[in-house]
């Protein structure tokens, strides 16, 4: 059905589409219309017919808005707005000068946004860097999605251990026997430091790797001196790094000089690599050909020594090699099971279990979340800040809309700013990220660096986290904004409903969340650190210094001891087969009462007499070694309390163990419980022999330990070492402290510690700047509120409460709800040791104190200043 | 038919000749000159508007709203002083350029006083 007055409404609404029209201008065409309708109605016709004949005859509406608005603008050629090219540059900069006008008039909260967001950024920054870092490792081969390592899962009473050594054999055969290997090379770490002369120039070098002579083909490791084809081939050749060629022979070329290694072999320099970068699993200074490496016991197909790395020709399945592979191993151990051998590729060593990068990728997910998180939180700040920045500008918004803007322009508008606003944040955190960059490389025990991710890909990444954050960031203040009613702005009525004060303030809540977490996880590490540090281990650890016995330095200890025994400002002196806080080896122990299936794992190292006195560990029952009773019973042994526990008896004195070649032995005493492991293993039961027992070949003196008087320590460690070059002429002094190396056992968690600390304190920081921003606005909003209580009779401190009220609600909210995560979180992390600290009351009230430490300073400012105001100011009618 | 550039230049003049005999509205100015015409002048109908829209703002031309009978809003336009003035020249500079051109298409053209 056709209906005249809806066609009309329909036709009014056409009109109003073309700007020029104004209402006046369509009534009096409406009215116009009606008429020409009546008109056709009189004539017969039906009333659509009517109304389509009238419509015809009326013009092109464009055509008459145009005409309308030439007489309006009184320019004969200016263009109506709809006919204007959209890319209007005086438009931009106009624009632009407003940006800047505004950027320099609010320059506290420019300043505050601009610096929360570039740390955010450079945080973030940093993170990628070492994510992608992470991930490039072993990339760097040519062709190394065909180059795999051969790895090993074994079955040890029931544990599964990942391994990575293989039959010595096997590289060889591969070759031989399987035409889908193009190379395959062993890869041998010895197990002592090595030592190699050159003239005077003498040390122990910890990253020596025995190596066949195709290593180098297949491997990329370039040479700078020499060929890698040929470098390895001769069998008394050797190639060292960029850095060890240095330190023997300075700035010499050393291709064609010999290195003396372990006293043994003479080697002739045919290569010099480039250092290797840091992003290789496979780490070494020095290479030696295979032939070289002296441990006749294993290089058999049933003892596994070396790592066995292989590369595969084009188009060969892998998994079809793996199992030849498997099949090879079975028939050459004749009935041993092959089956346990798979091929890891290359590129997947730095997070596999075999390389000790389990926790890798946890690490990765961690700091990706804590990256997040910072952003999120800088993010968040500049949606508030943004607000409030431009709550400020209302006026002028609403002046742009009576003037003509469209809500989409405004939008924009306020979007290219922000939007503007992140390239400086994100220049300034590019130039923060660099300077960052060294301490950076300290925390994480790395060394990168930025040229290397200079790049299209950077850059694309860049220009994907300005966008993102310029349109998270803005998108909400600016689509808020663009929504504003110019009546209502002008007569100053609160522009800004409660519902969008409640969405900021949720804001608030969980960057407080965040940061609260990040809090309680950094007290937890340290208190766990600090709770090392000053626990008792049951035995000194305290001014002891360690000289480790390698090669066959063991047999001159007693000379040694002998040389340093009477000399003032040495304690005690004694050995130990192991270190005293990794005592960690074992073997199979029985005694009388002992049950067949019990396979708890017992550790023995062996000590010399005046171990228990040099280390402080105290007896509970019998006696300790002494010179006296070693030379009469030779087989006497100390036990803890563990071990009697194991053992199921009252008393142990004169009890017989069994074990070593097999031999008896004497219990003569038992000791305190102590720790000889680090914290994170339960201390279990041990046995400590003594060296003139010769319990086992391999319990000789490993390490020797001094005592050493507080006064003027580097003046004993000169004594020291003197009397060692006189024992020991050609071994190089090397020593450190016992209490370093126990140290270094929670490095990893130190780092940990610090990171964490870190990016808590950068959370913590940027949330700061967030309140401090937020506190303004509230101020502004308030400020009528505050005027008349003032006037009211409140005073100074009410004021300050009354703005403190608010922000104190917000934080004990969030540390509701964080305190249940951060105290799971802590406890998961805790449970690796097997001695820790309690997450107590302290913790918790670190956290609490922070939020209130942050609250005050960032809150106080504002509150102290709107308190002072003088409310004249403030209520004076605009 | 008349040519575009003609019924352009022409609509002032006209629209002030018809105002002449008394203020009037739109559409009814329109099916005068229509009429006036015997069909030779066709305006599209809304083109008028802007027209009348000009001439108000240079003050040729007054208006004022009147509610019909029928309840509907029509804007009356009547001239002013200037308007009348403004016609006054225009029709003078119209019957000078015809007379011009009467003289010309003459084949005889004789010289003659005006």
Redesign the interface.
Known sequence: MFNLEKAIREWRKELRKNEALEDGFITELEGHLRDAIERQLEQGKNEEEAFYYSIKSFGDYNLIGGEYHKTKSRRINKKPPWQVSKWMPTMLAHYIKVYKRNLLRNKVSSFINITGLALGLASCILITIWILDEFSYDRFHINAERIFGVVDDINIDGQKISIVNTPAPLAAALIEELPEVSAASRYQKPFEENMLKYGDKCFYEKKLVYVDASFLEFLTFPLIRGYNKSALSDPNSIVISESTAKKYFGDENPIGKILLLDNKHDLMITGVFANVPHNSTLQFDILVPYEKFEFTRGLNWFSNSPQTLLQLKENVSAADVEKKIRKLIQSKQKGGIGDTYSLLPIKDFHFSVYFEGKGRMTSIYIFSVIAFFILFIACTNFMNLSIISSAERSKEIGLRKVVGSTRKSIAFQFLGEYTLLVVCSLLIALIIAALCLPLFNTLFDKNLRFINFLGWNTLFAMLGIVMFTGIVGGIYPAVILSSLKPAVIFKQINVFKIKKISFRKLLVVFQFFLSIILILIMSVIYSQLDYIKTKDLGMDKEQIMVIELRGGAAGKYEVFKNNLTGSPSITDISGSSHLPIRMRSGGEVSWQGKLTDDKTRINIASVDYDYCKTMKIDMLEGSDFSEKTLTENADAVLINEEMLKIMGHKTAINEILTFGNPRPFRIIGVMKNYHYLPLSMKIGPLILCNFKGNAFKAYTPGYVLIKIKQKDISGTIDLIKEKWQKVYEYMPFQYSFLDEEFGAAYKDDTRLGNIISVFAVIAIFISGLGLFGLASFTVLQRKKEIAIRKVLGSSIIGITKLLFKEYFNMALIANVIAWPIGYYIATKWLEDYAYKTTVGIKVFAIAVIFTFIIIIISVGYQSLKAAYTNPVKNIKYE | MVTRALIAASSKPLILMVLRDGEN???QI?QRVKELSGGEIEW????L???L??LE?EGLVKTKWKISNEK????YYRLTEAGRAELETEMKQWFSVNEILSRLWNPNPTVSKI
Do not use: E, H, W
């Open positions: 509205y739109g559409y329109i599209a109908d809304g083109m508007y802007p027209v829209y000009r703002s509907r809003m029509r804007k």
